[in-house]
């Protein structure tokens, strides 16, 4: 995994919302999209597996 630069991330500007109730909801955004990610990575192992299953009753 890449290791971040500190002097970049020194002069680079981050903008954190002042109000409390704009950091709620853009976590509460992030966790949505995480939940969304989490749950179609799981539809894609078991649509792997699935695909192995019939690969395999194809050839045998």
Known sequence: MPRADW???GRTPFVVPKSEIEQQKIAY???AIDAKIDAVSTQIEKMETFKKGILQQMFV
């Open 29 to 31: 955004f992030l966790s």
């Open 7 to 9: 002097d970049f991330i």
